[in-house]
């Protein structure tokens, strides 16, 4: 039978302007053909019609960045310190089940405990639980008493890493995720020093690439920065451009961004934490100073315009980023980075997928490829914001949310 989307336009992810009255028309999980809202002859009777007036049919969202087992509650760090793996699981199953249902097709989980990681992901793909197609790290891998370390693998030489990264490979890790600096999360780790040295990482990047993975780092000092440009990492995570001494805050380099651009390492800038943690009312210190968030997106803004690819990871599980706002990515973007929607959405879709490695199966509506798709209320390629008014969404093919109905 086949499922027929209609909507007033569809937006395809691949940055093209959207196309009035068009109908997405899927078989099998996969999408068969595009065509005119009005020119459905030779549907047979059977096929299932969802329909949105005045809405648009776009690709389903890809979260870059989740700790599907933390809380996302003010408490997050007491909950990962005293929670049991049981519990851990069980958030682990709810956190996949409202990522979904906000329009969340694809995960990358960046970071939850091998034996919470692996088994969600396979309930997932046998249809036991409701979830995103999953890309899953595992632990990440961290310097003893490093950032993460208690959802983490210590691994300090080169021989450690290289091992910990075979150990993540052999139990179906889609991704490496790598602490390459202290993090906030992790009380007494330093954000403005490196954990690794570029050599380590180097050898890193090596193996993981000799058996076919991308490592994605962690990285708030310019130190930890430049380690990983220099080191071929492939995806950088927060890129916070600190400086090593607090007083200083920031400490750019345009250089090293020209660099992350020609090397085409994708960045995963975590842009949304400091508007949901301001408008959840929590003050945020990183590494002993204020910082300037209008200095932040400058910066953000400086690294885009010199041709860096960005993708668009919550963070989600940390400290108010919640499973159910990606939305607030794309919107941030708009308004802070000063991008067009249509540029927002492609980060979120097409840019993404790319960065995972499965932009042949996802990430764009096109012929052959899987069913992710969202019907969303409005025309986000004008209001952005209409990504929080999500009305359907379909996933390989299945429809789990329905004209406003959740159905899982
Ligand atoms: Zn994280």
Request: aromatic share 4%; net charge negative; charged share 25%.
């Amino acid at each position: 039978m086949k499922l027929v989307l209609k909507a007033d336009r569809l937006i395809d992810g691949t940055g093209t302007d959207p196309v009035s009255d068009a109908a997405l028309i899927i078989e099998d999980g996969r999408i068969t053909d595009i065509t005119s809202r009005n020119n459905l002859a030779g549907l047979s009777d059977d096929s299932d019609v969802i329909e949105l007036n005045g809405g648009t049919i776009m690709p389903g969202f890809i979260e870059m960045h989740s700790h599907m087992h933390c809380s996302a509650e003010t408490d997050a760090y007491q909950h990962i310190m005293t929670e049991s793996d049981q519990v851990f699981l069980m958030r682990a199953v709810g956190a996949v089940r409202t990522a979904l249902s906000s329009g969340v097709t694809t995960m990358r989980d960046l970071g939850a405990r091998n034996q919470v990681a692996f088994p969600v992901k396979k309930a997932i793909e046998d249809g036991i639980i409701p979830g995103p197609r999953l890309i899953v790290a595992g632990t990440p891998i961290t310097t003893t008493g490093g950032h993460c370390n208690m959802f983490g693998t210590e691994a300090d030489t080169v021989e450690e890493v290289v091992t910990a990264i075979r150990n993540q490979f052999k139990q179906g890790a889609g991704y490496i995720k790598i602490m390459s600096t202290g993090g906030g999360f992790t009380p007494g780790t330093n954000v403005r020093a490196p954990q690794y040295p570029v050599e380590t990482l180097k050898s890193a990047v090596k193996d993981a690439e000799r058996l076919n993975l991308r490592i994605a780092a962690h990285c708030h000092a310019t130190a930890g920065v430049r380690n990983c440009v220099e080191a071929g990492i492939h995806n950088l995570i927060h890129c916070s451009w600190l400086a090593e001494d607090p007083e200083q805050g920031y400490d750019y380099d345009p250089d090293v961004a020209d660099a992350i651009a020609e090397k085409g390492i994708w960045v995963d800038p975590t842009l949304a934490l400091g508007r949901l943690n301001r408008m959840r009312g929590r003050v945020r210190v990183a590494g002993g100073t204020m910082l300037d968030p209008a200095r932040r997106f400058e910066i953000l803004r400086d690294m885009w315009d010199r041709g860096v690819k960005f993708v668009t990871g919550m963070d989600s599980g940390m400290i108010n980023a919640r499973f159910d706002d990606f939305a607030y990515i794309p919107e941030v973007m708009v308004d802070e980075l000063r991008i067009s929607p249509m540029e927002a959405i492609v980060c979120s879709t097409k840019t993404s997928a790319e960065c995972l490695g499965i932009a042949e199966e996802t990430g764009t509506l096109e012929v052959g490829k899987a069913a992710d798709a969202v019907m969303v209320k409005g025309n986000p390629a004008e209001d952005i914001k209409a990504i929080h008014e999500v009305d359907t969404i379909v996933t390989q093919g299945r429809v789990v949310k329905r004209n406003g109905d959740l159905l899982i």
